[in-house]
């Protein structure tokens, strides 16, 4: 399972693997009042070159002087030039992302992790399931099918959040929504007023919990993949309603997320049982997640 | 590799002949702190020894209270230095970790057994430069054990009072501690012989302080029967990361570790413990991204940002050091992450001892076992 | 921290049997008439002169709890865990230093002094490796039946201490240094400090449920081990501590690095009983100091 590598190799060349890459902002948009995406851009013209990513990767961002945190990079590989990454105001790295300005610098690690098995949903159908930020590494994956459009069966995107103000890629959605080759059902959890569910209402907009709409819509499994993502008690339960669909475990994959710091399976802390979300993931099979102790979640 | 040996008088020698060789050597020393009659509580831990006045206060066979896994992997160290420039822009510089060639002397054979756990993980698909080159500049001199604690349990897991593994060169102390035999185990410890009998200090002259070794081979083989003989703890480990792998949910886990406080002294006590924070430290306009100790029983180790946690109750916490000590290591890399040193056992403010945990789970599992068997015969 | 005093003979007059036998029908009866759900004590540990914590739910199981010299753990510490405090109402086995954070719990409205009963046993110093500890010598309460318990165990005669304790005279050392000579020794102490938060989590007056060491908007206390962070945390402990300590010297004991947190307590809690006349941890009905206001206050050190 390991690779003895460092015995053969010259200590005296080994890199520093927790050296950030140098990223300039180019870009930033507000998707609700505390989630934020940046648009990066390489500094060094070899680094930029030299990258590559998969969807469903993941890196570590950093604001200097205040500590890295991580994050799925939410564009598409298919996308060159720059990377994003979407994320909420929590804590003290995310509070000092958010008070960087475009041209500022920003550090970055990665990509790390597995991806998705974009080459095993080829000819499928698929169905992409993201509740609240959990579409963020959705959107990679979407992107990269949609400019691959053809090598695709049907593709049903369904997203939800708490409330209208709550869905992050508010205009991406519509342009979704605006394309004949995909079909969007778009949820929210509640309304807040009634201006609000006339003009939801009159947007094709639903209201209901995922799983609940899930049912409705009622997906054929068959040829189909579902990739999921969401708030942890969102996973649990569509992963139910889509047993309860026929999909078959080894086709509902979705994507996890435990506190980080190194990325690259030293510093201990996100593994789930023997797993390590790091390495090992971020992406899983609904068969691969019933093998470990679900007490860990 | 060759044997050689020594005679105890001729250690300061030694010592002396590795500091004239202009080498950086770390020992045990006992560190009391005197200031105008008050002084600290007295610790045995390792420190460099710089100048030859200093080599009386190497004591060459001890048990040190921390582990010497900080020569290799520090309590807190720079990874990367930045500054921030006009305009938003910053500039990041690696951080050399410091690499004077080292002689580590006085771990004890449990301890450098920790050292090589160490290093799978720290080059598990990814190199830790920071670890790897300081190994890599370091020369391990261990020192077998003639007297082993009562808390000390190596022979649980694989190992002897004076196995080798981990260890550059191995000393054990025979004849009644009249002279040492001397084990080299690796080229990068018959190097540090060769150098040693090349070096020149004020009282020797290019003189050879070894002799042949292998006479006291017999000698230890004898003393290790008896000292592994004298240990009270020996239950075996083996079959423990087995018996785990079905006791996840298990309530008797979480009795056993009930009393935990959640402190994170057995981590840093720990010669395996690895888990690390990562932080930035430093003024507004420049500092550094330190690599600090961790530990898995503190609440926030693994709280989400968002409010999140996976491990939110002690008992889990402490599940997961022994779950992973004991059974996920050892899946990715075919050992157990504990050496039996028995620091935690001897550190804990409640008593929490992995030996005993380990002890009961088996012997629960061995009855469970039985019942099971004497209900298949009904 | 530890002194070989002759302590330990007199100690050989405490029939430990006696009182053990006295601790498991004590907490027999009150497991089964349901006066309590949970009875904290000792038991015995793999190692012979290490009891451990054990909780005892079942008055079937009372036989598991021990009582000897080796009893130092100040068990009132489980009654701010958040496992243990759902388990209200507890009997706690507490010696008199460990009575005294019961009550200073109590005053700080952490529990209720009716969901707790106490079994204070008559405790003439306890052995840590064959020392009594130093915190025993000037001991008030080795017969707790002078504080708040519910029920005391075993009778002690409570000797005066003739001459200074250990403590006191190493004060009294620590008093002699100049400013300089004293923050090299504190320097010098807490730059040992790991962070591994032993101190805190032992010391039933840390209690919070968001430490400020942990806070990270803004972070008070650099995380980093090092002087800076180590100094700034050693040092805000201390402060929050003042007139609350009971000087149990839990947090001495349990620091692997051997910083003489009991040193710095006793000296803290000194200054409070001169500023203020008061001990921490005696009485059920007065506040610490710093967290009440009173227009007789004691306000010289304003200047």
Known sequence: ?297 | ?378 | MTTNSNQSNQNANINYNDLQSEIRHLAKDLLESKKVRIVIGYGSGPLNSKPVPVFITDANDVDRLVYNEFCFNNLSIYLTKAEIKAKAPWAIVVKGCDARSVIGLVVENQIKRDDVFTIGVSCNGVKLEGNTLSKCDTCAVKNPSNINVNKVIGNIKTASSTSASTLDKELEQLNKMSAEERFQFWKNEFDRCIRCYGCRQICPHCFCNNCIAEKSAPQWISTTPGSRGNFAWNAIRAFHLVGRCVECMECSRACPMGIRLDLLNHYLAQEVRDSYNFVAGMDLEQKPPLTTYNLKDNQDFIK
């Open chain 1, 1 to 297: 399972m390991c690779s003895m590598n460092s015995t053969s190799t010259d200590k005296t060349e080994l890199k520093n693997i927790y050296r950030p890459m140098l990223m300039k902002i180019i870009s930033i948009a507000d998707e609700t009042k505390d989630t934020r995406t940046l648009r990066l851009e390489f500094s060094d013209q070899k680094e930029k070159d030299a990258f590559n990513f998969k969807a469903g990767q993941f890196g570590l961002y950093s604001a200097f002087g205040h500590g890295e945190a991580v994050f799925c990079i939410s564009s598409s590989p298919s996308k060159k030039g720059y990377i994003e990454c979407t994320f909420k105001k929590v804590g003290k790295v995310t509070v000092a992302l958010r008070n960087l300005d475009i041209g500022d610098t920003v550090g970055f690690r990665g990509p790390y992790g597995n991806n998705f098995p974009i080459d095993n949903l080829k000819g499928k159908n698929l169905l992409f399931i993201g509740g609240g930020i959990g579409l963020a590494p959705l959107r990679s994956l979407i992107d990269n099918v949609l400019d691959l459009r053809s090598e695709f069966s049907n593709i049903t995107i369904l997203c939800g959040a708490r409330s209208v103000s709550d869905f992050i890629y508010k205009g991406q959605i519509r342009e979704w929504e605006s394309r004949s080759d995909l079909k969007l059902v778009k949820t929210v959890d509640a309304l807040t007023s009634p201006a609000e569910e006339t003009e939801w209402k009159a947007s094709n907009g639903r209201v209901g919990l995922i799983p609940k709409i899930l049912a409705d819509i009622n997906p054929s499994a068959n040829n189909t993949y579902a990739i999921v993502c969401g708030p942890p008690i969102m996973i649990k339960f569509t992963l139910q309603e889509l047993e309860k669909l026929n999909f078959s475990r080894d086709k509902v994959i979705t994507t996890l997320e435990n506190r980080m710091k190194c990325g690259f399976g030293k510093c201990g802390r996100c593994n789930i049982g023997p797993i390590y979300i790091c390495k090992e993931g971020p992406v899983f099979t609904a068969e691969e997640l019933k093998n470990l102790p679900q007490s860990d979640f």
């Open chain 2, 1 to 378: 590799m060759k044997n050689y040996q020594l005679a105890a008088k001729d250690l300061e020698t030694f010592f002396e002949r590795i500091l004239s060789s202009n080498l950086k050597l770390v020992a045990p020393v006992s560190t009391t702190q005197h200031i105008a009659n008050l002084k600290s509580k007295t610790q045995i831990l390792f420190k460099e020894i710089p100048t030859k006045e200093d080599i009386k206060k190497i004591i060459s066979d001890t048990y040190t209270d921390m582990s010497a896994k900080e020569v290799f992997f520090p309590q807190s160290e720079p990874v990367i230095e930045y500054t921030h420039k006009k305009g938003g822009a910053v500039d990041i510089k690696d951080v050399e970790p410091t690499l004077k060639e080292t002689v580590l002397f006085g771990s004890r054979p449990c301890d450098a057994f920790g050292f090589s756990l160490l290093e799978k993980l720290f080059s598990w698909d990814y190199d830790d430069p920071f670890f790897l080159k300081r190994r890599d500049k370091t020369t391990v001199i261990s020192m077998g054990c003639t007297s082993p604690l009562e808390s000390c349990f190596c022979t649980s897991v694989g190992l002897s009072p004076m196995s080798n593994i981990g260890s550059d060169i191995l000393f054990t102390p025979v004849d009644n501690g009249e002279r040492y035999l001397i084990e080299v185990v690796t080229p990068r410890g018959e190097k540090l012989i060769e150098t040693i009998n090349g070096a020149v200090t004020s009282t020797t002259t290019r003189q050879s302080i070894f002799t042949d070794g292998n006479t006291l081979v017999q000698n230890k083989n004898i003393l290790e029967g008896k000292v592994k003989e004298q240990m009270k703890r020996k239950e075996d480990f083996k079959d423990i990361s087995d018996i785990l792998k079905d006791k996840f949910d298990d309530s008797q886990l979480e009795s056993e570790t009930y009393r935990c406080l959640g402190c994170g002294v057995c981590s840093m006590v720990c010669p395996t413990c690895h888990c690390f924070d990562i932080v930035d430290e430093g003024e507004s306009s420049h500092g550094y991204r330190m690599k600090n100790w961790d530990s898995c029983s503190f609440a926030l180790f693994t709280k989400h940002g968002g409010g999140h946690n996976p491990r939110d109750l002690q008992f889990k916490r402490c599940r997961q050091r022994y779950m992973h000590k004991l059974h996920y290591y050892r899946e990715k890399f075919a050992d157990a992450l504990c050496v039996g040193c028995g620091r935690c056992v001897r550190a804990c403010p409640v008593n929490l001892d992995i030996y005993s945990v380990v002890y009961n789970l088996k012997k629960a599992y061995a009855n469970k076992k039985k019942d099971n068997k004497d209900n298949d015969n009904v």
